[in-house]
């Protein structure tokens, strides 16, 4: 899938030139020094050759199909050029050139009548406004970067071209190699789904690489990424997702970087690694790149330093790993072999004074421990160590097997040069810091994790009654309104399996106590008229009533309240409601969030929400699983689960509070916020209620 | 102070040897080669003369004054050459040799041997177990290691002498460079708080770096620290600080880690930077070597890429700094220097086609604003980005003016690697990814906040009744108990001024009643007996008791269930307590850590304790000051500040709890651990009363 853009079989410089200023020249130069195997066709109606090869006016004057074409002229003229590419029967266009959506809003629409020609001539578009593309393997540099990054197992897509050549040069210094490397400017047309459905088959792509500033379709991002975290591990670094970093990407790209909460809940849900930083990227993707899959979460640590040992320690408990336990045979092996001041317990010190061969036969030991699903080797450069053979030894420890994965830790900068680059031939990737090899362990060991979850798979209610709401909001809506009064909030969620109070209107005490006597004490009453929203500021609700006169002079107090302080009111009398004793309040709510749809929000009632911040989101529609992971994330969820003798709340009727609630947003895209507060649950077993619900539909001008 | 170590005026070497492969050559070679200006003294008894020195058979025979020791032979000899340098005058020694406490029961009495010895000639002595010492200025290099560091005005002293070498290595490329550089080793005399007070006023160290394993003497290191943080920045990384790395420190040195909690308060309580990482060390201590110290957190960045401005607003906002507002004169300066599509707003962005001059206008514009704290000057490698022109100008900027520190992100490698050398002659330190260039100002902030605190003065309160403590005490160990019961609890808690529950022994129900009328209802009956500790295991607690009525009846109850449960007890009745309604439950509670002493505790009390762990931890004795920030730094803290219009809790009365808690535990250090929970807190100017209170004493042989 977008072959033509990688792998061309010819391709036009549309704005090549001799003037070693230009960008046009850059691409042009960058082209042919990549050993393209493919034809190559400067256009450019000023020159008659450049470099060697026959230039041509237009994309029309050439003489043979064009596969590709990329485009580095000032913008005005690009319209048109891309009608003739549509003309020629050209596949692919990357646009380098920039003055489009992020520059002016003559700019969008330029981008607009663009695209709107590729379209018309089905044409896929990179860009505008970007660094362009390269292709390893191909080979193929379609950028106008200086030089060509070394070969390697990472696919890397980045919406900053800027970011791509710090990135381009860091890869160029021999750390790290590139498969493929696409800056993806204003994202006109091709985006990451589209890369990341292209890049999933690829044989020379071992891990998929992101920047990221904006998602604006999130929800096929989703779709996509959750189908290829299934067979390569996707890693992405979002910006924008402080307030001053999100006001910081509106005024850059002109796009929305949209609420962090989404994009986190995105991420996970697609099984997207996030990365706090571009160092950070770069330290997972080695780790993927070139080394199997962590088995488990058990690492072991062999040091010749008992300090850096010990921070190796700290950090992979801090990640969340766990130090292997080395079996009795591993430890007795070890004993036999090391001096008797070594520790031969996790982590393993083989001593300042250790030769690579005292090295060797430790790692051989732990490696071949059951126990042991990782392994990261430390060196630090004592007076007598042999770094470079040690580099070997491990190099080939590594290598001689396929199942755990081994990250080196070489410590220090000119001693320890050679080894390291001993071991990156081995694809052993090496980190200056413990903290940093421990921090890619951690993303393996998610990464892990994510994939053996199997692809989700939706749940849908057959016992809701979608006829029932939607006629309730077209009414709601008939009427101009756009938010879900009480009774009809109660409808709603009734009509999509909810429990909700017993509840019915009393037009005097005398029915109030009727009502009562049916619902059983203790009971709520709430003034009921349609001129009075805001019941608890007039004093229009009274709670725990326990007794038929408790109820009788709340009535009273009640309508005596209204008609003082919004005489105008029609009264309809009181609501009486059905009360709960006991039982944890929690928080269901929605937001819509305008990348990622509905985003749903689980915590419990109260301080914790508003306080603690102790809030869980995923997007809609999602799993059981998932459904029951947001309840077990949030801080509190000890709450839940009985603390102090109290019993347990029923998970099984969250759980299935959270799937109607995703259920029924996902069915009405015209919900744009709505909150159970509180969900009341009760001990195992005996389910929870809706007390109440709030609802806004989205304000249409139709309406 | 110490400088007989760092400029001796005459320094043996007792081991050295012509044989390169032994480490007393290494170091012999190594004061030659770093041009040390004192006379040197090889010693050893098998050479007549080393590298060109005439070499002595033991220090007492040599002809001059010596006035530094450096031993580096077999552990066996070592007592008796410490012995010879103390008939000798010897001032410091530097034991390098292992072979002590990390190694054995006979290393721990041989080091106990040596530091005897030491004393007595009053010697100190450094090590053993370390790789040696450096003074960059004197210049003077008495280590093993491979070779010198570069000068500069960083002074680092590390528990882990491996560590060390990897540090040295880091060096010695360039990046940078120390002062001074001391290996302690097993730390049998000179401690970290011994070289803190050395380099205080030490004119070459602009800031002083930690790593740490343990600290065995806690109270001395935050003494010290507190004064000298006072002067200079002082940086530390703390390994073992997860259980599993405490395990790890344990099996390395044999010695304890300590508890985490100890060391946070410590490091905070001593205004001690703590790195996470060796990484983070070095990146703030480039900041604080070569900038000068921030005076706001208002930071502005200048790049000429987006993305990567993005992520350090990001960075910034995530480090608790804020992104500068910048004033309109400025903005409009910047508006006529820079082109239309350049962000004249914090982040200001100049473009990718940025040259040197363009940055040179935007920040000289960024840098005299008055709302600019600190400066990031991000620069990415774009195809026309004059690279090292602008290392210059941010150099030459950076160093026109020494009131706001400035901080270089340029991104890449190989292309930008001669601009970072730039920036560095200049004293701008570069990161390589805006994030670490953030935490770096996110120290310096911190660092200057710590610094504008004044030096604790403690209060201590004059209305104490130490000597009814004391005798209280006293009385518990007489009868063979740790644990202080009840009564005797509440009578401590009054001693030292807090208010506890109204509270009487009522031996019938009629007193019963009596006291609950004198005291006030609601009232709590608790069963008195010396043989029922635990009273509300069989029932003998009842709790907001409204009426006499519910007085006689639960004092009836209470003892009926004492005498079917307990049927042996004693019973003296019931005990007749205050009951408070309203109010926030608070816990206050003390542990004695064996590193630093009394460590008291606060947090919410119930859940908020067990099931968040949200509780934060000081030092006793602490500062009123220290004790509000306890109570802010809670997570729940808005619950005490009042919301969801609910009262403010009375901030002044926990704070006055908190230190005649902190006041008692340290004039009674004979209190291992303490707890009241609750701690009844009430509105603003209400007060807080001490409900439940426990109390243990350290359980001594004698007692």
Redesign the interface.
């Given at each position: 899938m977008l072959d033509f853009f990688f792998r061309p079989q010819s391709v036009a410089i549309v704005g090549a030139s001799r003037n070693p200023?230009k960008?046009g020249h850059?691409v042009l130069s960058n082209i042919i020094n990549s050993g393209f195997p493919g034809r190559v066709y400067p256009v450019n109606p000023k020159a008659q050759a450049l470099m060697g090869l026959p230039c041509y006016p237009s994309v029309l004057e050439i003489p043979d199909p064009v596969e590709l074409a990329i485009i580095v002229i000032p913008y005005p003229y690009v319209p048109a050029v891309v009608e003739q590419c549509g003309q020629k029967g050209v596949k692919g266009i990357v646009v380098i050139s920039a003055g489009f959506r992020?520059?002016s809003l003559e700019g969008v629409e330029r981008e607009r009548e663009v695209m709107e020609i590729a379209r018309r001539y089905g044409m896929r578009l990179i860009g505008p406004n970007c660094l362009g593309i390269i292709d390893t393997t191909t080979p193929f540099n379609g950028t106008?970067?200086?030089g060509m990054p070394p070969r390697g197992p990472m696919a890397f897509m980045?919406?900053?071209?800027?970011?791509g050549?710090?990135v381009l040069?860091?890869a160029?210094?021999g750390r790290i190699g590139f498969s493929k490397f696409v800056s993806l400017g204003n994202k006109a047309d091709v985006s990451e789904a589209d890369l990341l459905e292209a890049w999933a088959d690829d044989p020379d792509t071992r891990v998929i690489l992101i920047?990221v500033?904006g998602l604006p379709d999130g929800q096929q991002f989703i779709e996509v990424a959750r189908r290829v975290t299934q067979r390569k591990p996707v890693v992405a670094?979002k910006?924008?997702?402080?307030?001053?970093?999100a006001?910081?990407?509106s005024?850059?790209?002109g796009s929305l970087a949209g609420s962090e909460a989404a994009y986190q809940a995105a991420f996970r849900q697609a099984g997207v690694l996030r990365a706090?930083?571009?160092?950070a990227l770069f330290d997972y993707a080695l780790a993927f790149a070139h080394q199997p899959l962590l088995p488990g979460d058990r690492i072991a640590i062999v040091t010749?330093?008992?300090?850096?040992?010990?921070?190796a320690?700290?950090?992979?408990?801090?990640a969340g790993l766990r130090?292997a336990a080395l079996t009795s045979e591993t430890i007795a092996h070890l004993e036999s072999l090391l001096p008797g001041?070594a520790?031969t317990?996790n982590?393993v010190?083989v001593l300042?004074d250790a030769l690579a061969d005292r090295y060797e036969g430790a790692l051989r030991a732990v490696l071949s421990d059951p126990g042991v699903d990782g392994l990261l080797v430390i060196l630090?450069?004592?007076?007598?160590t042999e770094i470079e053979k040690t580099a070997q030894v491990v190099g080939e420890l590594a290598s001689a097997q396929q199942e755990k994965p081994v990250l080196g830790c070489f410590?220090?900068?000119?001693?320890?040069e050679a080894g390291v680059r001993i071991l990156q031939q081995y694809g052993v990737p090496n980190y200056?810091?413990?903290?940093?090899a421990a921090e890619a362990f951690r993303a393996m060991a998610t990464y892990r994790r994510e994939r053996m979850r199997p692809l989700p798979t939706l749940e849908t209610f057959d016992d809701v009654d979608r006829g029932r709401v939607a006629d309730l909001f077209a009414r709601v809506r008939a009427e101009g309104r756009v938010t879900v009064g009480d009774a009809e909030a109660r409808a709603v969620a009734q009509a999509y399996g909810l429990r909700v109070p017993q509840s019915a209107l009393a037009r005097n005490p005398d029915e109030a106590v009727e009502v009562a006597d049916r619902i059983g004490y203790p009971v709520a009453l709430k003034i009921a008229s349609p001129d009075i929203l805001h019941k608890t500021e007039i004093g229009g609700v009274k709670l725990n009533l326990q007794t038929p006169a408790d109820v009788r002079d709340a009535f009273e107090l009640l309508t005596y309240r209204a008609m003082r302080y919004v005489p105008d009111a029609r009264l309809w009398g009181c609501q009486v409601q059905e009360m709960f004793l006991g039982g944890r309040e929690v928080l269901v709510g929605m937001s819509r969030d305008p990348q990622f749809g509905p985003l749903v929000a689980f915590g419990l009632g109260g301080?914790y929400v508003?306080?603690?911040k102790d809030v869980v989101f995923r997007l809609a529609p999602f799993t059981r699983q998932e459904a029951l992971e947001m309840i077990r994330e949030i801080?509190?969820?000890?709450?839940l689960a009985g603390?102090?003798g109290e019993p347990r709340a029923d998970h099984d009727a969250i759980v299935e509070v959270l799937l109607r609630v995703s259920q029924l947003v996902t069915d009405f895209p015209e919900i744009v916020e709505m909150d159970i507060n509180p969900l009341i649950v009760f001990e195992e077993g005996r389910g929870a209620v809706a007390v109440d619900m709030r609802l806004v539909l989205e304000g249409r001008s139709e309406g």
């Open positions: 200023e960008l850059a992020e520059a106008f970067a200086a980045s919406q900053s071209g800027a970011l050549t710090a040069d860091i160029m210094a920047y500033e670094v910006s924008g997702s402080t307030q001053a970093g006001r910081a990407v005024s850059h790209t706090a930083s571009m160092e010749n330093a008992g300090g850096p040992g010990i921070l320690t700290d950090a992979l408990e801090r130090l001041a520790s317990h982590p010190d300042g630090t450069p004592q007076a007598m410590m220090g900068e000119h001693r320890i200056p810091f413990p903290e940093r301080i508003e306080t603690l801080r509190a969820y000890a709450l603390v102090r």
